[in-house]
């Protein structure tokens, strides 16, 4: 196949770039503004305090703890897992060109390698348009995802090297094993796809040593994070105690949520398509009459659609609209390319790989699968400079794919730009809002919303109150691990406890710690329901002291602080 007409091929490679950066020092920027007392809250918990997570399903700690040993600050947490995001795509994006050269789909230079990077960090940076990007087990398993297809794809080439061949592949099952301990349902399936696209991709019989030494690559990494674990308590139990604590949450049967997907999938798609449809048809009117005129028609009735439908939001509101567009985009540029990526069985591969890596990550999650892949779309972009470089001869067709995969680029950077500017997930202002440096112990300085800055200050006076000594433990009922961080103190068992049920099945570890002293705070949720609490902590008042209170502005929300009393002197 010959490759796209230079001119072509350097401005879009350019808009890769732009992009990339872009986003970068967006992320930069935005590092040290905000807090999330819920989610990220209990990422960084994981991180601070691995020995006293004692329940989980997700051995996420063992990897953030030594993360988090690197900077110890929140701001630099969070740029650690750019970093992460932005190298793992771009194994991701590097081993898909390599593979697409050898298949004659497309021409490696350092410009293509560049731009195909770049991209790739855009659709993984497309995480931070839902969270900050503190390592956590969405993002590892993503980036564990990201970079053991993309170690594989690199070992398909032909090399003179057996070596480099065999530490590429062990290299492969190394990141596969990391996403596997961070979520275990997309550390399978994004192995599963890993030695399906190398068994195929690869030519023969080394294709099987390889898959050994990835094999070899993954069981190796878990038995040293697992031999590296304290004896106390047993990993087993842990995560069997764990399961059992989040079957709580989500009780819903493997066989149900599966039919889910596969219902709420094809409602979204249906939804998608008939929203788009006049960008569709202009793509079949261009297949039949492929001329300059019908290819701008393309990328113009996309853009109309875009911006009539505001799918360039981004924010917690807006994950379904977002994806409708770049689902379609994605459609889009595979209709455009279909020719000539499905002539040959292995580009038709390497091309269903890619568009399947961000289903791998996203399987197993609660949410609704359509809007779940936002967080591990870095397959797509990659995927869309492959198409975007390689084209049958003919401008119009160049133009065609590459002004439609600068879109889908340009689209992802404004819905992340947009998020910081409206609706954030779990945050009381957006991030543009967020700009009064703060000193919060144990995280740095960050920069926060007023009315953030007052919590601050109550749970401040609470803590004084009470003469709240750092390493208290904490329990906080219900959602709020947040609170923790910001008093210094640590939850005995697990930093994850959303409601009563939890706190029941929590109960007898509980009563069987070591009486320390404990502060609890109790969102309105929990207050008045002193009978869920055990027996040598109650009645409240008899046992705890009163600290003060303090509201919460996002959910809009008084929560009291309450100690253990001083024993007597």
């Not at 993503?142 to 090399?159: E, N, Q, R, T």
């Not at 139990?237 to 989040?246: E, K, Q, T, V, Y």
């Not at 793509?283 to 875009?306: D, E, G, K, T, Y």
């Not at 210094?488 to 406890?497: F, I, K």
Request: proline content about 7%.
């Amino acid at each position: 196949m010959t490759s796209a007409p230079r001119r072509g091929v350097f401005l879009f490679s350019c808009a890769a770039l732009a992009c990339g950066a872009i986003l970068v020092a967006a992320v930069i920027w935005a590092s040290d503004r905000g807090f999330d007392i819920t989610d990220e809250a209990y990422y960084i918990l994981s991180a601070k305090h691995p020995d006293k997570v004692q329940l989980y399903i997700s051995a996420q700690h063992w990897i953030l703890a030594p993360l988090w040993s690197l900077v110890q600050s929140l701001q630099g947490f969070r740029l650690i897992g750019m970093g992460i995001l932005v190298l793992s795509a771009s194994v991701l994006g590097l081993g898909a060109l390599r593979v697409a050269d050898e298949l004659g789909l497309t021409l490696s230079t350092p410009l293509t390698r560049a731009a195909i990077c770049a991209a790739g960090a855009v659709g993984a940076l497309l995480y931070v348009s839902t969270i900050a990007p503190s390592p956590s087990y969405n993002l590892l398993a993503a980036a564990g995802a990201y970079a053991g297809v993309g170690f594989a794809l690199l070992c398909v080439p032909k090399s003179p090297g057996t070596g480099r061949v065999l530490l590429l592949a062990s290299l492969a099952g190394a990141a596969l094993a990391v996403g596997f301990l961070n979520k275990p349902s997309a550390g399978v399936c994004a192995g599963v796809l890993a030695s399906l696209l190398l068994l195929t991709l690869a030519t023969g019989g080394r294709k099987w040593l390889l898959l050994v030494m990835i094999g070899f690559g993954g069981v190796a990494t878990l038995a040293v994070f697992y031999l590296v674990q304290p004896a106390e308590p047993p990993v087993l139990d842990s995560l069997r105690d764990g399961f059992a604590l989040f079957r709580i949450v989500q009780s819903e049967p493997i066989v149900t949520r599966l039919l889910r997907y596969a219902a709420t999938m094809g409602t979204s798609m249906g939804e998608s398509i008939m929203g788009f449809a006049p960008a569709l048809a202009f793509v079949l009117l261009f297949l039949v009459v492929p001329r300059w005129w019908s290819a701008v028609l393309i990328p113009l009735a996309l853009v109309v659609s875009i911006v009539d439908n505001k799918h360039y939001l981004g924010g917690r509101s807006s994950y379904h609209d977002q994806m409708e567009a770049l689902f379609i985009i994605m459609l889009v540029l595979c209709i455009l390319g279909t020719r000539h990526w499905t002539r040959a069985t292995r580009p038709a591969l390497l091309c269903l790989g890619l568009l399947a890596l961000p289903y791998c990550v996203a399987i197993g999650t609660g949410n609704a699968l359509f809007t779940q892949v936002i967080v591990s779309l870095g397959g797509w972009s990659v995927l869309a400079v492959l198409i975007a470089t390689s084209t049958p001869p003919g401008a119009p067709h160049a133009f065609a794919r590459q002004s439609t995969a600068a879109i889908l680029l340009g689209l992802i950077t404004v819905q992340v730009l947009s998020s910081y500017t409206r609706d954030p997930y779990h945050l009381a202002a957006p991030l543009t809002g967020q700009t009064e440096p703060t000193p919060v112990a144990g995280l740095g300085t960050l920069r926060l919303d007023p009315k953030t800055t007052q919590m601050l200050a109550e749970l401040s006076a609470a803590r004084d109150t009470c003469e709240i000594a750092a390493g208290t433990d904490y329990l906080g009922l219900y959602n709020v691990p947040g609170l923790a961080l910001l008093l210094e103190a640590t939850p005995p068992l697990s930093p994850w406890l959303n409601n009563i049920a939890q706190l029941h099945a929590l109960l007898p570890r509980l009563q069987a710690q070591p009486k320390n002293r404990l502060v609890i705070a109790l969102t309105p949720e929990a207050q008045g329901v002193d009978g869920a609490l055990p027996d040598q902590y109650r009645p409240l008042r008899d046992t705890y002291q009163y600290c003060g209170d303090l509201f919460e502005p996002y959910v809009q929300e008084t929560i009291e602080i309450w100690a253990t009393k001083p024993a007597p002197s």
